[in-house]
C-alpha cells in the first residue's frame, strides 16, 4: 500500500539557521503530495502542496519540490524562526475530491531557539 | 469563510461508553473525512463521506461509525470504547474536483 517516510526528530535549530526535513514515499500511479503544519493544541493547517513531478510548492518562506525520479517531497526554509517550531508532517493522496484519502507519515517536531 | 469546526474540544470517557463527535464542513465543501492522530503518530484515515453515504473506509472496526447530514456536516461514532481509542479526531472537509483537505481544530478523547 502507500506510504510516506519522513525523517526521524525530533530537530532542534537556531533562529535564522537552515531547515531541511526528508519526506519520501511509495505510492503506485501520480499521487499529489502535502506538507501539513500542526501547532502545539491545534490542528493541521496545510503549508503547501505540488501535484505533479518537478512542480514546487511554496509558502511563508517554505518550499518543496515534487521529485518522481527519487520519490521525494523534502521541506527547505532558508532561515527559520522560533515561529516555526511546530510538527510537520508529510502526505500524499492519489485521488481529487470525494476519493481523496490522505496518507501521512509519522511527523517530525521542530524547536526553533532564539 | 467559515472553516471546518469540530465539538467538542476535549471529551472523558469511560471504556465501554459511546461517544459522538461532531463536525461542521467548510463552506462549499461537500466531502468530510474523520482521521485518528495518537499521541506522537501522524493521522490515520478512518472514513469518508460524500453525499451522505461512507465512500472509503481505513482500517478500523465496525464500532466506528458515522453519518452526514444534508448540509453536509459529520457525526463519528464510536461504540464500546477501549483505552487505546484515547487520541486526537480530526474532521477534514474537501470541495469537488480538489484534492486538498482542510482540517478542523480535532476533539481530544480520553478514555479512562
Known amino acids: 500500500g502507500d506510504s510516506v517516510t519522513q525523517m526521524e526528530g525530533p530537530v532542534t535549530l537556531s533562529e535564522e539557521a537552515f531547515l531541511t526535513i526528508n519526506c519520501t514515499y511509495t505510492?503506485?500511479?501520480?499521487?499529489?503530495l502535502f506538507w501539513y503544519v500542526q501547532y502545539p493544541g491545534e490542528g493541521l493547517q496545510l503549508l503547501l502542496k505540488?501535484?505533479?513531478?518537478?512542480d514546487k510548492g511554496s509558502n511563508k518562506g517554505f518550499e518543496a519540490t515534487y521529485r518522481k525520479e527519487t520519490t521525494s517531497f523534502h521541506l527547505e526554509k532558508g532561515s527559520v524562526q522560533v515561529s516555526d517550531s511546530a510538527v510537520y508532517f508529510c502526505?500524499?493522496?492519489?485521488?481529487?475530491?470525494?476519493?481523496?484519502?490522505?496518507?501521512f507519515g509519522k511527523g517530525i517536531t521542530l524547536s526553533v531557539r532564539p | 469563510e467559515t472553516g471546518v469546526t469540530q465539538s467538542p474540544t476535549h471529551l472523558i470517557k469511560t471504556r465501554g461508553q459511546q461517544v459522538t463527535l461532531r463536525c461542521s464542513s467548510q463552506?462549499?465543501?461537500?466531502?468530510v473525512s474523520w482521521y485518528q492522530q495518537a499521541l506522537g503518530q501522524g493521522p490515520q484515515f478512518i472514513f469518508q463521506?460524500?453525499?451522505?453515504?461512507?465512500?472509503g473506509r481505513g482500517n478500523f472496526p465496525p464500532r466506528f461509525s458515522g453519518l452526514q447530514f444534508p448540509n453536509y456536516s459529520s457525526e463519528l461514532n464510536v461504540n464500546a470504547l477501549e483505552l487505546d481509542d484515547s487520541a486526537l479526531y480530526l474532521c477534514?472537509?474537501?470541495?469537488?474536483?480538489?484534492?486538498?483537505?482542510?482540517f478542523g481544530p480535532g476533539t481530544r478523547l480520553l478514555v479512562l
Open positions: 505540488a501535484t505533479k513531478a518537478d
Open positions: 505510492a503506485t500511479g501520480y499521487p499529489s
Open positions: 463521506y460524500y453525499r451522505e453515504e461512507e465512500n
Open positions: 502526505a500524499l493522496s492519489k485521488e481529487s475530491g470525494a476519493n481523496s484519502k490522505l496518507t
Open positions: 463552506s462549499g465543501h461537500n466531502t
Open positions: 477534514a472537509s474537501s470541495s469537488p474536483g480538489e484534492e486538498t483537505q482542510y
